[in-house]
């Protein structure tokens, strides 16, 4: 090996130290605000918006959508995403909820962002979530049928009208609804 080369290899070396001691630095020291109302810088923010996609896409590489998405998958996915999803991602004519406007990340508006991620790409995101985002992981909670629901009315999203969307109500305006006949049912009558 020629001097050239080692001076090359060592200057490198020497580089990736001082990289990992800069970043040790800024670890330590909490030299990284990390208050939502301060922007990534720009560096970072594309670190993690490119490694959040591909990692995505890997993970749900291997997962199989049904062969598609009926009217009722949509319908039954309306009343969970009404009521789990729409504060942060909105709806069709619909803005996310005040608070949503100020996270970091902003989550995407899904009645236009659905067109960028395949079916199983939102079905691996709905159902593990994204670390550090504010995105839940609903896998725990619901099962894979009632997430294929809500990904069918996500891919729904973008050629929705805003009169279709707003005739879905949501999962808890169905539970209020059972709740309150179900109260009215067990009255008591009086003779």
């Known amino acids: 090996m020629n001097a050239t080369w080692k001076g090359a290899i060592w200057g490198a070396a020497a580089l990736l130290i001082l990289m990992i001691v800069v970043a040790l630095i800024v670890i330590l020291t909490g030299g990284y605000n990390v208050a939502a109302t301060d922007r990534h810088n720009?560096?970072?923010?594309?670190?993690?918006?490119t490694t959040m996609g591909n990692s995505v896409r890997r993970q749900?590489?291997?997962?199989?959508?049904?062969?598609e998405?009926?009217?009722?998958?949509?319908?039954?996915?309306?009343?969970?995403?009404?009521?789990?999803?729409?504060?942060?991602?909105g709806g069709v004519g619909q803005?996310?909820?005040?608070?949503?406007?100020?996270?970091l990340p902003k989550p995407p508006p899904l009645a236009?962002?659905?067109?960028?991620?395949?079916?199983?790409e939102v079905f691996w995101l709905v159902k593990h979530g994204v670390k550090m985002s504010g995105m839940?992981?609903?896998?725990?909670?619901?099962?894979?049928?009632?997430i294929w629901n809500i990904v069918a009315f996500v891919?729904?999203?973008?050629?929705?009208?805003?009169?279709?969307?707003?005739?879905?109500s949501s999962h808890h305006d169905e539970e209020?609804?059972?709740?309150?006949?179900?109260?009215?049912?067990?009255?008591?009558?009086?003779?």
């Open 42 to 49: 720009p560096i970072v923010g594309w670190a993690l918006t």
């Open 176 to 191: 209020m609804h059972d709740d309150h006949a179900h109260e009215e049912s067990e009255a008591p009558h009086h003779h």
């Open 69 to 89: 998405f009926t009217p009722a998958m949509i319908a039954a996915g309306a009343g969970e995403y009404k009521a789990m999803c729409s504060h942060c991602h």
């Open 155 to 168: 891919k729904a999203l973008p050629e929705m009208p805003a009169e279709q969307y707003a005739g879905y």
């Open 112 to 120: 236009e962002a659905a067109k960028e991620w395949d079916p199983k």
């Open 95 to 103: 803005s996310r909820a005040e608070w949503a406007e100020v996270m």
């Open 136 to 146: 839940p992981a609903f896998g725990p909670t619901h099962d894979d049928k009632t």
């Open 60 to 67: 749900a590489a291997d997962i199989k959508p049904p062969a």
